[in-house]
């Protein structure tokens, strides 16, 4: 199975990761990992280390000749923006931030607990998961995103189909399929700018091309959608996460929330709705994984909320770091990475196998088994 270890600080000198377990012989394209940091990187409304960074990382190890050898994978990124030691010290807690549990927790400073809590972290997963995707993609199997809702402004279409998302977002500065709810929420974002605010918003990530049967209901550690679940809930400031009809559930009959079962010779069991998301008891079927998160506002504001100096224990209004007005569309794309290693990791539990021709094996005796 992978692992992965990040290490690092927002402003530090390096940023470090090792990813363990991705099989011998897997082409890897550097400049697709890089390109999917630079999508990070986009998204009307971000702040201004967008242009200090370049975002791109270097692979240490566990490449040889372009093709991965079975070691661990060495990741590193070099801070441009380096200056963690001569940064002020800061003593006013920023609500929704991790600064004053965290600097409570430790008995330290804010200054290392907003440095590490910081999603500068994500750059590292954005690398794993464009590690993992490669592999995924040798499968057939595709992920792709979109902003549907932003600030309460949301698009016109609410079913779309994954080649319509690829599609319609294409030219899209927000990660949204549609122009004109764009030009609204461009609008909302320029005027929480001016207003010293910020926004939030909801996204959707799908999975297209997965065989049925990742995952296991033998466990509840090994539901799949659990640690899907799991690991988008803890990308930075998402507060919620659904599947398919996602809280619409709760409000339906049965009748329509639940995906009939056909079979044809030439194609095996399918549905022709996909209501729960692609999972049923944790375990994939066969249809589009379908995920819905929200992303609550960055708690960096101009307009400082209420907080306490923590020297003097006066009320004062809040500190404030450079930040984002809006990060919904890099949310977006750092939790289609997060969402590339989870389906890369159970993948790989699934059918195992030290290099990719040992797993090509795996696999496609497997697809012959559950078609017949």
């Given amino acids: 199975m992978l692992n992965f270890m990040t290490s690092g600080e927002s402003h530090g000198h390096y940023l470090i990761a090792i990813l363990e377990g991705m099989p011998s012989g897997l082409a890897i394209d550097l400049k697709a990992v890089n390109h999917e940091l630079a999508r990070r990187q986009e998204g009307y409304g971000r702040g201004g280390r967008m242009k200090i960074e370049t975002d791109q990382v270097e692979l240490a190890s566990g490449i040889y000749k372009g093709k991965t050898t079975g070691a661990p994978i060495g990741i590193l990124s070099i801070n441009k923006d380096f200056k963690i030691e001569s940064m002020p010290e800061l003593d006013r807690p920023r609500p929704g931030h991790a600064d004053l549990v965290g600097s409570l927790k430790y008995h330290e400073g804010i200054r290392p607990i907003l440095e590490r809590a910081s999603a500068r972290e994500t750059l590292l997963r954005v690398a794993i998961g464009g590690i993992t995707r490669q592999l995924l993609n040798e499968f057939g199997i595709m992920i792709t995103s979109h902003v549907f809702e932003l600030g309460g402004i949301n698009i016109e279409k609410s079913e779309l189909s994954f080649e319509d998302i690829e599609k319609n977002k294409k ?202």
């Fill in 171 to 372: 030219d899209s500065q927000l990660n949204c399929t549609s122009t004109t709810a764009e030009k609204k929420m461009i609008a909302l974002i320029d005027q929480a700018q001016k207003d010293g605010d910020t926004l939030g918003g909801r996204f959707e990530v799908r999975v297209k091309g997965l065989p049925m049967g990742l995952g296991s209901h033998v466990t509840w550690h090994q539901k799949l959608d659990g640690r899907i679940a799991r690991a988008i809930i803890s990308a930075q400031a998402v507060k919620e996460i659904g599947f398919g009809l996602s809280e619409a559930h709760g409000s339906l009959p049965g009748s329509q929330c639940h995906d009939e079962i056909f079979y044809e010779k030439s194609r095996g069991y399918f549905r022709k709705t996909n209501r729960s998301g692609g999972f049923e008891g944790g375990m994939t079927t066969g249809e589009e994984i379908v995920i819905r998160a929200t992303m609550k506002p960055i708690s960096t504001l101009r307009k400082a909320l209420q907080s306490v100096n923590m020297k003097t224990k006066e009320a004062e209004k809040a500190s404030f770091e450079r930040s984002d007005t809006c990060a919904v569309p890099a949310c977006s794309v750092i939790c289609e990475s997060i969402v590339a290693y989870e389906v890369a990791n159970a993948f790989l539990e699934k059918f195992g196998g030290d290099s990719m021709a040992e797993l090509r094996r795996n696999v496609d005796g497997y697809l012959k088994q559950i078609k017949s």
